[in-house]
């Protein structure tokens, strides 16, 4: 089981985009994330008439390592940490400040 998740709110704890939230909207193999308009990168694009595509300069989101992010605790309004319990044979994650389940 995965710490981090598609569709967790996470806050940025390193980097250039530290402080920024986001949720997750996509989960890497290779350990990184993409989050919602944290890291953002602008990438120059040519037009492509066969699928209507303009050219110019866009802005997406870059991936981000899982290492710089944290699980955001509404709770607490900060990045927590976050550890496993088993409860009626099922493994939850949970927040360590706390013991609250993520998975509402």
Request: no cysteine; charged share 30%.
């Amino acid at each position: 089981m995965q710490r981090i998740k598609q569709g967790d709110e996470v806050i940025v704890i390193a980097g250039r985009s530290k402080g920024q939230r986001g949720n997750v909207l996509k989960v890497m193999q290779d350990g990184r994330l993409l989050v919602n308009n944290v890291n953002t990168v602008k990438k120059h694009v040519k037009p492509n008439p066969q699928i209507e595509e303009k050219g110019g300069i866009k802005t997406q989101e870059a991936p981000i390592h899982a290492s710089n992010v944290m699980l955001y605790n509404p709770a607490s309004g900060k990045g927590e940490r976050v550890g496993f319990k088993v409860e009626n044979g099922r493994k939850i994650r949970v927040f360590k400040s706390n013991g609250e389940a993520v998975d509402a």
